[in-house]
Structure formats: structure tokens, C-alpha cells
């Protein structure tokens, strides 16, 4: 009995580190997506097709008005303002050069949620809000709402 019992409670343990590490893991595809594909693919250099691969097709911002109304704002109206910019030979990427600082990231089965400040010069310019969705195994970003500091 005292053997099964210590058996158990090591696969319980197992289990539950592996649990952990695979979350943890998860984490950090989240925050590489992000890093690499959104905050670069947007903004640090306008990577169109790291971009396009990190947006799922659906995505929208949900641009919130101060009067309360809102506006969605879709993934092929923002491709249209990067191949805008992408073709503009006098735009300074310094002037948009953001860095992310994570504050919180929660994973449940193939959903999850970021909030992360974007930086500029050390300042927060953005809080942004988002929800992703793991397909296969690439994360997608299906929507967002921010807040402009």
C-alpha cells in the first residue's frame, strides 16, 4: 500500500512538472510570436509575411472611441497601411521602433491572453489587450483592444 501510494504521488508529481513545463514552454512560443511577428512584423520593420503568419485572417482591432462607440479595424485594412508604409522610402522605422515589456500572460487549452506595454524610448505608448488561439502549432493573434498612453 505505502508503495502504491509513493508511486502515485511521483506520477502525480511528474505529471504536474511536465504540466508546468509545457506552459512555461507555451509561454515563451507566445511571447516569441509576438515579439517577432507583431511588434517587428507591425511596426520595427514592417515584416508584411511575419505579419500575416501571426494575424489570423479574422483579426480585428476593436478601436474604442472616447464616445464609447467602437470600430473594427481588420488584419487586411492594417496590410494595407504596412504595404503603405513598406513602399514610403522616407519612412523612419525609428520613429515606431517599440519593444515589448510583458505583464501578463494566461494560457487555457489552445486559447490564450497577453497584456503587454509597448515601448518607445523607454516610455509606454500602448497597453495592448490580446487574445490568441493556438492552430496546429503556431499561435494566432484574433483580436486586440489597447489603450494609447
Same mark, same amino acid.
Given at each position: 500500500?505505502?508503495?502504491?501510494?509513493?508511486?502515485?504521488?511521483?506520477?502525480?508529481?511528474?505529471?504536474?512538472?511536465?504540466?508546468?513545463?509545457?506552459?512555461?514552454?507555451?509561454?515563451e512560443?507566445?511571447?516569441?510570436?509576438?515579439?517577432?511577428?507583431?511588434?517587428?512584423?507591425?511596426?520595427?520593420?514592417?515584416?508584411?509575411?511575419?505579419?500575416?503568419?501571426?494575424?489570423?485572417?479574422? /483579426?480585428?482591432?476593436?478601436?474604442?472611441?472616447?464616445?464609447?462607440?467602437? /470600430?473594427?479595424?481588420?488584419?487586411?485594412?492594417?496590410?494595407?497601411?504596412?504595404?503603405?508604409?513598406?513602399?514610403?522610402? #522616407? /519612412?523612419?522605422? #525609428?520613429?515606431?521602433?517599440?519593444?515589448p515589456?510583458?505583464?501578463?500572460?494566461?494560457?487555457?487549452?489552445?486559447?490564450?491572453?497577453?497584456?503587454?506595454?509597448?515601448?518607445l524610448?523607454?516610455?509606454?505608448?500602448?497597453?495592448?489587450?490580446?487574445?490568441?488561439?493556438?492552430?496546429?502549432?503556431?499561435?494566432?493573434?484574433? #483580436?486586440?483592444?489597447?489603450?494609447?498612453?
Open positions: 500500500m505505502k508503495q502504491q501510494l509513493t508511486v502515485t504521488i511521483v506520477c502525480i508529481g511528474t505529471l504536474l512538472s511536465f504540466t508546468k513545463k509545457n506552459k512555461t514552454m507555451e509561454i512560443k507566445i511571447k516569441n510570436t509576438i515579439t517577432h511577428n507583431y511588434v517587428h512584423g507591425a511596426f520595427n520593420e514592417t515584416n508584411i509575411e511575419a505579419f500575416k503568419h501571426t494575424f489570423h485572417p479574422e /483579426f480585428s482591432i476593436i478601436n474604442i472611441q472616447e464616445n464609447g462607440s467602437f /470600430f473594427l479595424f481588420t488584419r487586411d485594412m492594417w496590410i494595407d497601411v504596412l504595404q503603405k508604409r513598406k513602399k514610403d522610402k #522616407s /519612412f523612419d522605422y #525609428s520613429s515606431i521602433a517599440l519593444t515589456k510583458y505583464k501578463h500572460v494566461d494560457i487555457t487549452a489552445n486559447k490564450a491572453s497577453v497584456t503587454l506595454d509597448l515601448l524610448n523607454d516610455k509606454v505608448v500602448y497597453t495592448d489587450f490580446l487574445l490568441l488561439i493556438k492552430v496546429e502549432d503556431d499561435w494566432k493573434i484574433v #483580436s486586440k483592444i489597447y489603450h494609447e498612453h
